[in-house]
């Protein structure tokens, strides 16, 4: 198993710029989500998913979209970049039970810089 | 109030101390989880609890929940226990929206 794959792993946008960051799991994990990590703050979350065709916003949704077409893929489009979306994004999975999230299991990490 | 705080925010250790990570929530919770985060970026799962402790090779996670607090333990540390080590709850108790600590950055000196 890959676990969860999230490319790019760099990106250089330019203000207004769009572009979608890609995150898939070969893990059948029901529930996916996005976060983004700035230095000096926790992981927030942006948008989160419970399974296929079901998405919801997290803490930090402004500016960010999603869409959950399969169980496989979970991708994250900026709309029109801004340099406030400089920051490390991450993508997690996990088995979602009733109402709880099982182990977190993370991609490797997207640096994206605004310029 | 943060609804997870962790202290301390940073320590430094030599090999073979014995360490203690603190993490305290303001939410009713379902599960804990707690995870580390080498330098280069990579974030895996340490452990996910919901009551009493783990255990995993060195690692030791324990949780009380009535006093809304949880301790990672580090036995004989080793530099390669340098990392940031981050706890998270579910925002709003039971949810799948998970609220992150800031994060302890240990480095173990040798």
């Known amino acids: 198993n890959a676990g969860v794959t999230q490319t790019p792993k760099f990106q250089v946008l330019k203000t207004g710029q769009s572009m979608t960051l890609q995150c898939a799991q070969d893990m059948n994990h029901e529930y996916m989500s996005w976060y983004r990590q700035d230095p000096g703050m926790g992981l927030r979350l942006i948008h989160y998913?419970?399974?296929?065709?079901?998405?919801d916003q997290g803490e930090v949704p402004n500016g960010y979209n999603v869409s959950r077409s399969t169980t496989e893929d979970f991708p994250l489009r900026l709309l029109s970049a801004a340099p406030s979306q400089t920051s490390v994004y991450f993508c997690a999975s996990s088995y979602s039970g009733i109402r709880r999230t099982g182990e977190l299991f993370f991609g490797e990490g997207s640096r994206l810089t605004v310029l | 109030k943060n609804e997870v705080e962790q202290s301390p925010q940073n320590l430094t250790a030599q090999e073979g101390e014995f360490i203690t990570i603190n993490c305290s929530y303001s939410?009713?919770?379902?599960?804990l989880h707690w995870l580390q985060q080498h330098p280069g970026g990579g974030i895996v799962s340490l452990f996910m609890l919901s009551s009493g402790k783990k255990k995993h090779g060195r690692l030791i996670a324990t949780i009380n929940i009535q006093e809304k607090h949880s301790s990672l333990h580090i036995t004989a540390s080793h530099p390669r226990d340098s990392a940031v080590y981050i706890c998270?709850?579910?925002?709003?108790?039971?949810?799948?929206?998970?609220?992150f600590g800031t994060g302890t950055l240990l480095a173990v000196q040798p």
């Open positions: 998913s419970v399974g296929a065709g079901i998405t």
């Open positions: 939410v009713g919770i379902s599960a």
């Open positions: 998270a709850v579910p925002h709003g108790g039971a949810t799948n929206k998970l609220i």
